[in-house]
């Protein structure tokens, strides 16, 4: 029953890089804002980064900055996460969410998002 499916989880060594890819169901509305959000063992769900569907506009968190790229495929209704520069970590599950009325500002906000992907792991080794 899951809207959006992640998949490119995966093993890889400190240093390493994946690639996520969340596709959706349906079509993406331009009212959309598509996030990729964390979770580890024992903590929050956190955010990591988010796109504006309507303009592309990017927002990540401070700790994936430079490390992490958020993109979209218009065509395919996916949302890719770009990891390079993978630590040990950024070992959690990641979720792709989709928040379909989406407020300025609003993007960091997981209570804010509509629809949750069932997750990915993504484990880093030192």
């Known amino acids: 029953q899951a809207p959006l499916v992640e998949s490119g989880g995966g093993l890889v060594q400190a240093g390493g890089s994946l690639r996520l890819s969340c596709a959706a169901s349906g079509r993406i509305f331009s009212s959309y804002a598509m996030g990729w959000f964390r979770q580890a063992p024992g903590k929050e769900r956190e955010f990591v980064a988010a796109?504006?569907?309507?303009?592309?506009?990017?927002y990540y968190a401070e700790f994936v900055k430079g490390r992490f790229t958020i993109s979209r495929d218009n065509t395919k209704n996916t949302v890719y996460l770009q990891m390079n520069g993978l630590k040990f970590e950024d070992t959690a599950v990641y979720y792709c969410?989709?928040?379909?009325?989406?407020?300025?500002?609003?993007?960091?906000?997981?209570?804010?998002?509509?629809?949750w992907g069932q997750g990915t792991q993504v484990t880093v080794s030192a």
């Open positions: 796109i504006v569907w309507r303009g592309g506009d990017t």
């Open positions: 969410a989709a928040d379909a009325l989406y407020q300025r500002g609003t993007y960091a906000n997981s209570q804010n998002y509509d629809y």
